[in-house]
């Protein structure tokens, strides 16, 4: 989770959730101890690049000039509850292991010439420098541009497509906004494929309009397939905000970032605008994927 806080100036990078998230399938509220593990490395420089993305940290964007001074650790728990969780054995250690080759120190990395390779226990990570964009094997210079789809043209979907949704125009979409009935089943739009690097974006905006479906079902949630993988499932979503079922227009923002499955090569998006509709419409002005 990212949080910018205007009035301090500060940047909170919370990687709870997603470390909670990697254990979901172990329960950790039956009482008894439970080891976590975490390696650290990949959240510090995904939370500096961010930082700088963001104009924090503007007196340097060398990696060599930060290093670590605190750790917090905390939990929340929402609703008017008592709870109590105990922590045994906390450490932060460096580890490498026995035979471990340094391929950062020996130069048999393949990191761009724009990025900076960082040595780990079993590899090593590359990552682009401040100002250049990529995987980290290969970063081109200048800045990433949001990813448009606005709908303006009469009967261009721009290559989206529909499952259990129906046009109520016959060339839709139309007048820019794309109008559909929904069903009792669950409401699904499908992108084209994008093919985008998760770590040159991070967030997805939805301008839509919900008229009176369920407000029990009205939520919003993104699904997305990898190079990797190109099953939709729930580990890789991230969402299920409310959204208004009023009638009118709102603009909806789900930071894709807060799972730790968005990584690595995007090949498609999934929308469910709602869970489950009742015959009512919805609207959807725009969708733009941003950095």
Not at 140 to 164: A, L
Not at 186 to 203: D, F, G, R
Request: glycine share 8%; net charge negative; hydrophobic share 30%.
């Amino acid at each position: 989770m990212i949080q910018g806080d205007d009035f301090s100036q500060k940047l909170i990078y919370n990687i709870g959730y997603n470390i909670l998230n990697d254990y979901s399938n172990s329960a950790i509220t039956d009482n008894q101890w439970h080891t976590l593990e975490e390696d650290f490395l990949p959240h510090i420089l995904d939370a500096l690049q961010e930082a700088w993305n963001r104009g924090y940290l503007s007196d340097s964007h060398n990696l060599a000039d930060y290093k670590i001074g605190g750790m917090n650790l905390g939990w929340e728990i929402t609703g008017l509850n008592e709870a109590e969780m105990q922590i045994n054995d906390l450490s932060l250690i460096y580890t490498k292991k026995a035979g471990n080759i340094n391929e950062c120190a020996n130069n048999t990395h393949d990191c761009d010439t724009n990025a900076t390779c960082f040595d780990t226990a079993d590899s090593f990570i590359c990552r682009c420098n401040f100002g250049y964009i990529g995987d980290g094997r290969t970063c081109t210079s200048g800045t990433v541009n949001d990813i448009r789809y606005d709908f303006n043209t009469d009967g261009d979907k721009e290559g989206w497509t529909t499952q259990n949704l129906t046009d109520l125009a016959n060339n839709a979409p139309n007048g820019g906004l794309w109008i559909m009935s929904t069903s009792a089943n669950e409401p699904i739009m499908l992108s084209p494929q994008v093919n985008i690097n998760a770590s040159s974006y991070s967030k997805i905006e939805i301008k839509m309009a919900n008229d009176h479906n369920p407000i029990e079902t009205s939520k919003l949630q993104i699904f997305w397939t990898s190079s990797d993988d190109n099953n939709f499932s729930e580990a890789k979503s991230s969402g299920l905000i409310n959204v208004s079922n009023g009638g009118g227009w709102g603009t909806y923002t789900i930071d894709l970032t807060t799972n730790t499955e968005w990584r690595g090569e995007i090949t498609k998006i999934r929308i469910d605008p709602i869970m489950q509709g009742d015959g009512h419409s919805i609207g959807i002005d725009y969708i733009v994927i941003k950095p």
